[in-house]
């Protein structure tokens, strides 16, 4: 069983900054690939960021340049730290990876519980 767990969200003024998590489960060994979407009321889901466990890194036009994705392989652990916040970032924020555990099993698209950003104008 795969679990990713978000944390980091919360309520911040438009300027501000904001750092997510998503931990992978303890049986995992290696993250391969993840993604952080977001969901904001009355709109379609929208894919943020990206990385690989090579490194390799994309983002959303909308986020460019104020956003970063990166990840600590050693804990499993995938950050999206959001620096100049917009009133318009407000959304449910979820992470989305695939992953190797330690017997070599790989599970693909998982998703965590999600995390709430809202920002205040």
């Known amino acids: 069983q795969v679990q990713l767990v978000e944390s980091g969200g919360g309520l911040v003024q438009a300027g501000g900054a904001l750092r997510l998590s998503c931990a992978a489960s303890r049986n995992i060994f290696s993250i391969n690939r993840m993604a952080w979407y977001r969901q904001a009321p009355g709109k379609q889901r929208e894919l943020v960021a990206t990385?690989?466990?090579?490194?390799?890194?994309n983002y959303a036009d909308s986020v460019k340049g104020r956003f970063t994705i990166s990840g600590d392989n050693a804990k499993n652990t995938v950050y999206l730290q959001m620096n100049s916040l917009k009133p318009e970032d407000t959304a449910v924020y979820c992470c989305?990876?695939?992953?190797?555990?330690?017997?070599?099993?790989?599970?693909?698209?998982?998703w965590g519980q999600g995390t709430q950003v809202t920002v205040s104008s």
């Open positions: 989305n990876g695939d992953v190797v555990d330690y017997s070599g099993n790989y599970y693909v698209n998982n």
């Open positions: 990385i690989t466990r090579g490194g390799s890194k």
